[in-house]
C-alpha cells in the first residue's frame, strides 16, 4: 500500500483533475477527515505505526497543514463526521478495532476530548455530516 503526505482540490462545479493543495506533515494513509465552512481538519493514521496527530489546514488558501493537537489515542482507519462547529473522530484500528469516539471544536486548536464510546468496537468506516456550507 502506498502513503502519501500529499493533499489536493478539486472545484467540485466542474469537472477535471485534481490540483495540489499542500502536504500534510508526514507520509500517512487510513486517515481520518472533518471540516467546517473555513477549516479542513486531518487525524489519526498510520505509515507504518498508528498516530495520533491532528492537523488542519484552511480551506480558502492553499498550503501545508498547521498541528491541531492529539486524539485521545492514535487510531487508523477511523471515521470523521462533522457540522460548521464541531468534528467527531469514531472508532478506528489501535491496531485491534476501537469504540472511542473523540471531538474537537473545528475553529479552534486543542487535544480531542471523549465523546463517548459506539457501542461495538469498529474499524474501516465511513462517516457523514449535516452541513451543507450554506448551499441552498
Not at 457501542?119 to 465511513?126: D, M, P, Q, S
Request: charged share 10%.
Amino acid at each position: 500500500m502506498a502513503f502519501t503526505n500529499k493533499i489536493e482540490y478539486v472545484t467540485i462545479g466542474s469537472t477535471g483533475n485534481g490540483t495540489d493543495f499542500g502536504d500534510l506533515s508526514a507520509t500517512k494513509g487510513n486517515a481520518a477527515g472533518v471540516s467546517s465552512e473555513t477549516r479542513g481538519v486531518f487525524a489519526g493514521g498510520r505509515n507504518p505505526s498508528i498516530t495520533n496527530a491532528i492537523e488542519y489546514v484552511t480551506i480558502a488558501s492553499t498550503g501545508n497543514v498547521t498541528d491541531f493537537g492529539d486524539l485521545t489515542t492514535g487510531r487508523a482507519y477511523l471515521a470523521g463526521m462533522s457540522n460548521s462547529t464541531t468534528g467527531v473522530y469514531a472508532a478506528g484500528g489501535t491496531p485491534s478495532a476501537s469504540n472511542i469516539m473523540d471531538f474537537i471544536t473545528i475553529a479552534s486548536t486543542g487535544n480531542a476530548a471523549s465523546f463517548g464510546n459506539i457501542t461495538v468496537a469498529k474499524r474501516y468506516l465511513g462517516g457523514f455530516s449535516n452541513g451543507h456550507g450554506g448551499l441552498s
